[in-house]
């Protein structure tokens, strides 16, 4: 069983950045495919980011070339570094992890982004 912990959500304002961090408790690159995904009040959950063992990121069109995923092997860590903040992407923020056919998901972390 992959556990996950995610940091760093906050308060920002429209254009700024934040980077979260989800922390496994096993090496990501055992892990086939680790992500991030959100959820807006009223939304569903909808995925933002991938990234696979091998290195293949994914991403939502509505973060491209705004967001970048990246993995930190040494730290057990994926990084959602997110810049060019909107009002929109004000969400819960889930770490997930693929495994041998199981879905795994952090606790979230809120991102509210606002002036």
């Known amino acids: 069983q992959v556990q996950l912990v995610e940091s760093g959500g906050g308060l920002v304002q429209p254009g700024g950045s934040l980077r979260l961090s989800c922390a496994a408790s096993?090496?990501?690159?055992?892990?086939?495919?680790m992500g991030w995904y959100r959820q807006a009040p009223g939304n569903e959950r909808e995925l933002v980011a991938s990234i696979t063992r091998s290195g293949i990121r994914n991403y939502a069109d509505f973060v491209k070339g705004r967001f970048s995923i990246s993995g930190d092997n040494a730290k057990n860590t994926v990084y959602l570094q997110m810049n060019s903040l909107k009002s929109e992407d004000t969400a819960v923020y889930y770490c997930n992890a693929v495994q041998y056919g199981f879905n795994y998901w952090g606790q979230g972390t809120q991102v509210t982004v606002s002036s």
């Open positions: 096993e090496s990501i690159f055992s892990i086939r495919v």
